[in-house]
């Protein structure tokens, strides 16, 4: 059976990097959207990437950048991907791209366009599906969620809400590419747990195994 990637989310201090690449996680997410409570500077983002372990992936965080703005974070801070968590359209994402991650609120109104429309676009690799439009971790029906993606061409990774305690749920309901989580392994907003890093994948691969 494929195996579930793993993104952990909001990363910035060197406690959370070390648990993250300990526990097995594929990527860490520096969030570059100011005003975020995980909010990191690029600097110091750049610092903690130097300390990864070969393989384990960066993943910029953006929410409807400036071209310029992004382009001197990413000078400041090169990462592997990619992230887009705002309303960008079709050309912003092709100024920003290729192999953008685009993420998408399931709302059942909208979810089957959004999943279509970004699924068609060469410029996006893989389609996060959240349950909100700024990825403050609520959760929706994956259930619902899960015959709409199966005839997709681009991976999908699972988002909003995840836990130590569903994303097993969440994983067998979906058999998403990844999952990523934020707030469902932090001790307070925006500081991570490491216990909470380590039960999360954990999780993950208990569940791959079913």
């Not at 300990?22 to 969030?31: I, L, S, T, W």
């Not at 050309?91 to 709302?107: H, N, S, Y």
């Not at 979810?111 to 959760?139: H, K, M, P």
């Amino acid at each position: 059976m494929t195996r579930t990637r793993i993104k952990i989310c909001g990363i910035n201090d060197e406690h959370a990097l070390d648990a993250a690449a300990k526990a097995g996680a594929d990527a860490v997410g520096f969030m570059f959207v100011q005003g975020s409570p995980r909010y990191i500077d690029p600097e110091t983002a750049f610092g903690l990437s130097t300390m990864l372990p070969p393989f384990m992936a960066t993943v910029g965080v953006f929410a409807d950048p400036d071209p310029d703005a992004f382009a001197e974070i990413e000078q400041l801070c090169p990462t592997t991907c990619t992230q887009l968590h705002g309303d960008e359209d079709a050309r912003l994402v092709r100024t920003l791209g290729p192999d953008i991650i685009k993420a998408v609120r399931f709302d059942p109104a909208t979810i089957n366009e959004n999943l279509a429309r970004w699924d068609e676009d060469e410029n996006v690799g893989a389609i996060l599906v959240d349950g909100s439009a700024g990825g403050e971790g609520i959760s929706f029906d994956w259930a619902a969620l899960a015959p709409l993606i199966t005839d997709l061409s681009k991976p999908v990774i699972l988002a909003g809400g995840l836990t130590p305690d569903n994303v097993g749920d969440a994983i067998r309901a979906v058999r998403p590419y990844g999952v990523d989580v934020s707030s469902g392994v932090e001790a307070t907003r925006g500081v991570k747990d490491p216990a909470k890093i380590r039960a999360f994948c954990e999780a993950v691969r208990r569940a791959d195994s079913v």
